[in-house]
Nanobody
Framework: QVQLVESGGDLVQPGGSLRLSCAAS????????MGWYRQAPGKQRELVAA???????NYADSVKGRFTISSDNAKNTVYLQINGLKSEDTAVYYC???????????????WGQGTQVTVSS
């Protein structure tokens, strides 16, 4: 039993900043990756950023230089610092993680419920 709980989404003006958080809890033996996806109305869900426990990161081209992903491995938590928000960043942001339970050897994929980010003047 694993849960991902996101927080930090809000209504913000263009140029503003937000910090999203996602905490994984439950039956966790190890995590091999955590990341953030987003989905705007009428659009496909897309990868925003991902990170491994060792610190390897991957970003979508559209957010490089503005978004920063980080993690606290001891807390099973991932963060997304968002600066210089643009209207096209408006979307539901979802946390995602590959997690191995204590009783098995395979990794399972989990999704959070999402947090709304709206950029508007």
């Amino acid at each position: 039993q694993v849960q991902l709980v996101e927080s930090g989404g809000d209504l913000v003006q263009p140029g503003g900043s937000l910090r999203l958080s996602c905490a994984a809890s439950g039956s966790i033996f190890s995590i091999r990756a955590m990341g953030w996806y987003r989905q705007a109305p009428g659009k496909q869900r897309e990868l925003v950023a991902a990170i491994t426990p060792g610190g390897s990161t991957n970003y979508a081209d559209s957010v490089k230089g503005r978004f920063t992903i980080s993690s606290d491995n001891a807390k099973n938590t991932v963060y997304l610092q968002i600066n210089g928000l643009k209207s096209e960043d408006t979307a539901v942001y979802y946390c995602n993680a590959d997690i191995r339970p204590p009783y098995g050897s395979r990794y399972n994929n989990y999704w959070g419920q999402g947090t709304q980010v709206t950029v508007s003047s």
